[in-house]
C-alpha cells in the first residue's frame, strides 16, 4: 500500500511562513495525484490544496488559494505545501494523502473520499 510521512509542522507567527514536506515510499508515487487536508480540533476534515500527477494542474481551497501553492517532485517520491501569509485559522494537523485513482486525467477532487493513503498528519500552529 506504500506510506506516506510528513514533516515541516511547527510554530509559527501570523504572516509568516512554513513549508510541509510528504514523503513517499511503497506503492508507485509520481502516477497518483496528491493533496494536502488539514483538520482543526473538533472540526472535520478539510481539503487544503491537490496536484494532479503530472503536476500540470492544481486545485485550491478558497481559504488558502493565493497564499498556499503545492507543488511535488517525482523524483524525489515527495509533495509540498509551501503556506504564506499564515493566519490563526490556519492552525490545524495537516495530512497528505494519495488520490485512489491511478493515472487519472479528469478533475481533481478535494473529497476525503477520492484518497485512499494518508499520512499520520504533522501539527501547525499559528499564533496570532
Known amino acids: 500500500q506504500g506510506q506516506l510521512v510528513e514533516s515541516g509542522g511547527g510554530l509559527v507567527q501570523a504572516g509568516g511562513s512554513l513549508r510541509l514536506s510528504c514523503a513517499a515510499s511503497g506503492r508507485t508515487f509520481s502516477s497518483y495525484a496528491m493533496g494536502w487536508f488539514r483538520q482543526a480540533p473538533g472540526k472535520e476534515r478539510e481539503f487544503v490544496a491537490g496536484?494532479?500527477?503530472?503536476?500540470?494542474?492544481?486545485l485550491y481551497s478558497d481559504s488558502v488559494k493565493w497564499r498556499f501553492t503545492i507543488s511535488r517532485d517525482n523524483a524525489k517520491r515527495t509533495v509540498y505545501l509551501q503556506m504564506n501569509s499564515m493566519k490563526f485559522e490556519d492552525t490545524a494537523v495537516y495530512y497528505c494523502?494519495?488520490?485512489?485513482?491511478?493515472?487519472?486525467?479528469?478533475?481533481?477532487?478535494?473529497?476525503?473520499?477520492?484518497?485512499?493513503?494518508w499520512g499520520q498528519g504533522t501539527q501547525v500552529t499559528v499564533s496570532s
Open positions: 494523502a494519495r488520490d485512489r485513482r491511478n493515472l487519472y486525467v479528469g478533475p481533481l477532487y478535494d473529497t476525503v473520499s477520492s484518497y485512499d493513503s
Open positions: 496536484i494532479s500527477w503530472t503536476a500540470g494542474r492544481t
